[in-house]
C-alpha cells in the first residue's frame, strides 16, 4: 500500500511540475509577444508621427517663405531692406527647424525606452522562471548555484537597463 501511494505522490508532484512549467513557459511567451507588440507599436507611432512633423514642418516652413515674399514685394527697391528680410526668413526657418528637431529627438527617445522597458519585463518575466526552476532543483545544489548566477546576472540587466532609461529621461531636456 505504501508502494501505491508513494508512486501516486510521485506521480501528483510531477504533474504539477509539468504544469507549472508549461504556465511558466506560457507567461514567458506571452511577455515575449507582448514585448513586440510594444515594439511595433512604438515604431507604427514614431513613422507616423515623422509623417506629421514633416508635413506640418514643411507647412510651416513655407508659411514663413510666404511671409517674407509678401513683405519683399512691399519692400522699396532698397537692396539692404531685401538683404534683412532674407536674413529674417533664414533665422526663422532655422528657429522652425530646430523646434522640430527637438521634437524629432524627443519621440526617439521615447521609443527607446519603450524598447528598454519592454526588455527589462521580458527580463522580470525570465527571473520570475528563474526562481521557479531553482524551487524544482532544491536537491541539486550545482544547479542552484547555476541558477542564482544567471539571476544575478539578470538583476544585473534590469538595474543598467533602468539606469539608461532614466539618464535617457534626464537628458530629454538638456539636449545631451
Known amino acids: 500500500m505504501r508502494g501505491g501511494t508513494l508512486l501516486d505522490k510521485l506521480a501528483l508532484e510531477q504533474s504539477y511540475l509539468m504544469d507549472k512549467e508549461a504556465i511558466e513557459n506560457d507567461y514567458k ?43 519683399q514685394e512691399l519692400a522699396v527697391v532698397d537692396s539692404q531692406e531685401s538683404l534683412d528680410l532674407a536674413e529674417q526668413l533664414g533665422q526663422e526657418e532655422e528657429k522652425i527647424n ?44 550545482e544547479q542552484q548555484r547555476k541558477l542564482a548566477i544567471v539571476d544575478i546576472l539578470l538583476s544585473q540587466a534590469i538595474a543598467v537597463g533602468n ?6 529621461a534626464a537628458g530629454m531636456g538638456t539636449g545631451i
Do not use: F
Not at 34 to 50: C, G, M, R, S
Not at 163 to 168: C, K, N, P, Q, R
Open 29 to 71: 511567451d506571452r511577455a515575449a509577444e507582448q514585448t513586440a507588440l510594444d515594439e511595433q507599436k512604438a515604431k507604427d507611432d514614431a513613422a507616423t508621427l515623422t509623417e506629421a512633423l514633416a508635413t506640418d514642418q514643411e507647412n510651416e516652413l513655407q508659411r514663413a517663405r510666404d511671409k517674407y515674399a509678401a513683405l
Open 98 to 141: 530646430e523646434k522640430y528637431e527637438k521634437i524629432k529627438r524627443d519621440a526617439e527617445i521615447k521609443t527607446q525606452n519603450l524598447k528598454i522597458q519592454g526588455m527589462i519585463k521580458l527580463a522580470n518575466a525570465t527571473r520570475g522562471i528563474l526562481g521557479s526552476l531553482s524551487d524544482m532543483a532544491e536537491g541539486n545544489a
Open 163 to 168: 539606469a539608461i532609461a532614466g539618464a535617457t
